[in-house]
Every structure is written in structure tokens, then in C-alpha cells.
């Protein structure tokens, strides 16, 4: 079973900057894509980021020239510096690794989520 595991969530005032990392518990290149989620109260979960094996990016509008993704096979780790943060940030954010089998279907695992909280 795959676990995933994020960390560096918190607490910080709006402008500043946080960066969230999430670790796998097997090969990170087992999988064909990363990504960051989040989820605010009374709103539908959104993609944040994410990036594919083949290391592309893609970011969700709001977070686009602010947030960066990233990944490090040494370390089964996937990052998201988060800058500039706004209050509309706030949200829990969760760590999603997926890959497709031999059929084609999409299998995802997801992390346990971390709190993200920007001031006014």
C-alpha cells in the first residue's frame, strides 16, 4: 500500500511563503504523475499543481507565478513552494501520486493532508 506522507503546513501572514513536502513510501518514478490538492472549508477540493513523470507542469490558475512544484527521485519527495501567499490560500492540502495500469484505468493514493493557514 502507498503512503504518503506531507509536512511543513502551518501558520504564516499573508505575502510570506511555506514549503510543502511530501515523501512516498516507494519510488516516486513508479508513478506516472504528482500533485498537490487542497480543499477549504465548504469548497470543492482543486488542483493546486502538478507534474508528470516526464516533468511537466501544469498549475492551477490562482496559484500560477506564485507556487512552484517540483520533485527529487533520490528522495521519493514532492515540493510545493508556496510565495506570496493570500488569505485565499487557507485550505488543507494534500499530496496525490497516481499511475494508470495495464488497462488504462487511473489508480491515485493521496496523502492525510496538511493545514495551511495565511493571515490577513
Known amino acids: 500500500q502507498v503512503q504518503l506522507v506531507e509536512s511543513g503546513g502551518g501558520l504564516v501572514q499573508a505575502g510570506g511563503s511555506l514549503r510543502l513536502s511530501c515523501v512516498a513510501s516507494e519510488s516516486i518514478i513508479r508513478f506516472n504523475g504528482l500533485a498537490w490538492y487542497r480543499q477549504a472549508p465548504e469548497k470543492e477540493r482543486e488542483l493546486v499543481a502538478s507534474?508528470?513523470?516526464?516533468?511537466?507542469?501544469k498549475y492551477g490558475e490562482s496559484v500560477r507565478d506564485r507556487f512552484t512544484i517540483s520533485r527529487d527521485s533520490a528522495k521519493n519527495t514532492v515540493t510545493l513552494q508556496m510565495n506570496t501567499l493570500k488569505p485565499e490560500d487557507t485550505a488543507v492540502y494534500h499530496c496525490n501520486a497516481w499511475r494508470f495500469d495495464r488497462l488504462g484505468d487511473r489508480h491515485d493514493w493521496w496523502g492525510q493532508g496538511t493545514q495551511v493557514t495565511v493571515s490577513s
Open positions: 507534474i508528470t513523470l516526464g516533468g511537466t507542469s
